[in-house]
């Protein structure tokens, strides 16, 4: 048994923080929801390539599993987590004179997870 969060419960609590920001967190929840999606995200493709087409993959750099996803899911669903995926990585990191992403911005990434879970299965409802 793992002590992993799934994919889904990362998505969940990255929503809440954007949903329900809190004053003891106060410029700290944008980064701190971007990485719970990120991490979402990189789980749900590890469970895509785990559960489907190449178990292989799962094991390779975000990178790779994500170049590779274009040519098994398709163009349309690859570009979608590759552009969520690439925005979050570059919300995680304090960057000097750039603001941290909005809560629409990051619920924005958060849905196209969300669809990518759904349209793959890459939500494993378990814990």
Known sequence: MTDRLTPAALLEAARDMCQRPDAA???MWPRAAALLARQAVEGAVDLYWASGPAPTLAGCS???QLVCLTEI??????GIVNSSWASLSSACHVH???LAPTGPELLGWIDAVENF????GG???GT
């Open 123 to 125: 939500t494993d409802k």
């Open 62 to 64: 975000m990178r790779t």
């Open 117 to 120: 879970c759904s349209a793959t």
């Open 25 to 27: 967190t106060a410029g």
């Open 73 to 78: 899911a398709g163009p349309d669903i690859a």
């Open 96 to 98: 000097p004179y750039e």
